[in-house]
């Protein structure tokens, strides 16, 4: 295992799932009861895009990978891929759903639409219809904050969220999407590529919150200068946690970490917690695309032990490819945002403690 940034180890094996096509922006989910019949019964489904399909892989550890036969059903201009499952089936008996980049349509309506029983077999594929009032994707109006999208980033559910669309609580919508907001460098800030927030009663019909990205580019010298694409969000106890692909010159130098108590107003840690620098040869051109999954039962043996995993693209010459991390329990968990450093020091202080108390008068 290598060490990352905020106590993650990169597997030693990685990448983990390199493929002889192109494997991209993985999406991975993990279900303690194999997914419940609904589709192959494996603990781990990832899906990536080729470039232009998209493709399963299955995984009993999330390490060691099996390729589901082919492409699947052809979905229109596919790049990008997030996918959900709801065992009860969104309540509507549809158990996933995928939202994804049409790569032909950039600068209009790029966010497309689909649903499955199986997560292979894709139908209802269409164009998600946005807000008049509040596009997602609005072209060149300044200030080109939403001129053009790379699709979705991340999409969370929640089942008892407003049955209607709810303007005046965003987070409380069943559907929430942190979507690509790309100025192509014509924002006021500078920034390239930020993330904006959309919410939906459906997962169809979206409408974007507020006049700006809710995650923005750092500017100045930082490492995620001009780019901040969110690709996994995730909300444990209440709080909101963020990991997105940054950079300089490109979305791809790295992965970035943030925090939120509402899922709008972020903190970002200053440091990525991979890079391009970091001297690992097949990730040494790209880093990239982090799907992360969190199990408050460190995913039961199925796998390492740990309360996060994270799927994320490396590229090396022409070769794109899917490592692996985690971060062990002592290391990082909800309830100890700072790691290790606050373990010792608890440790530390109780060792103190107990010393001063039997210490004589």
């Not at 919508?173 to 993330?195: L, R």
């Not at 780019?227 to 490109?250: D, F, H, P, R, T």
């Not at 107003?265 to 990730?283: C, L």
Request: negative net charge.
């Amino acid at each position: 295992m290598a060490a990352a940034s905020g106590g993650w180890l990169e597997d030693s094996a990685n990448p983990v799932f390199d493929p002889v096509q192109k494997a991209y922006y993985p999406c991975v989910l993990y279900d303690a009861n194999k997914f419940s019949s609904h589709g192959d019964a494996y603990y781990y489904k990832m899906w990536y895009s080729t470039g232009s399909t998209l493709r399963l892989a299955y995984s009993n550890d999330g390490k060691s990978w099996v390729e589901q036969d082919g492409d699947l059903s052809v979905l229109t201009n596919l790049n990008h891929p997030v996918v959900l499952f709801d065992v009860n089936g969104f309540g509507g008996g549809i158990y996933y759903k995928v939202w994804y980049w049409d790569s032909a349509s950039e600068y209009s309506n790029p966010i497309r639409y689909a649903e499955s029983s199986d997560g292979i077999n894709w139908v209802n594929d269409q164009a998600i219809w946005q807000d008049p009032s509040a596009l997602l994707v609005v072209g060149w109006v300044s200030p080109y904050w939403f001129y053009s999208s790379y699709g979705a980033g991340a999409v969370l559910y929640n089942a008892a969220g407003h049955a209607t669309i709810n303007y005046g609580d965003p987070m409380g919508n069943k559907y929430v999407m942190y979507y690509d907001a790309a100025s192509q460098g014509y924002a006021p800030d500078g920034t390239t590529e930020g993330t904006a927030l959309a919410f939906s009663a459906d997962g169809i019909y979206w409408a974007r919150y507020g006049s700006e990205p809710v995650l923005k580019a750092s500017g100045g010298s930082a490492w995620d200068s001009k780019y901040a694409y969110a690709w996994s969000v995730l909300k444990i106890n209440g709080q909101y946690e963020m990991y997105y692909s940054g950079g300089q010159l490109a979305s791809n130098d790295g992965i970035g970490y943030a925090q939120s108590a509402d899922g709008i107003a972020w903190t970002k840690q200053v440091n990525p917690i991979m890079h391009v620098s970091d001297g690992i040869t097949w990730r040494s051109e790209r880093t990239y695309t982090p799907s992360v999954v969190y199990d408050a039962n460190q995913f039961s043996s199925n796998g390492d032990t740990a309360f996060f995993k994270m799927w994320y693209t490396g590229k090396s010459g022409s070769n794109y490819a899917i490592g692996y991390a985690s971060t062990p329990s002592i290391l990082v968990t909800p309830e100890n945002p700072f790691g290790v450093l606050a373990i010792l020091f608890a440790c530390a202080l109780a060792f103190t403690v107990v010393k001063l108390r039997k210490k004589k008068p």
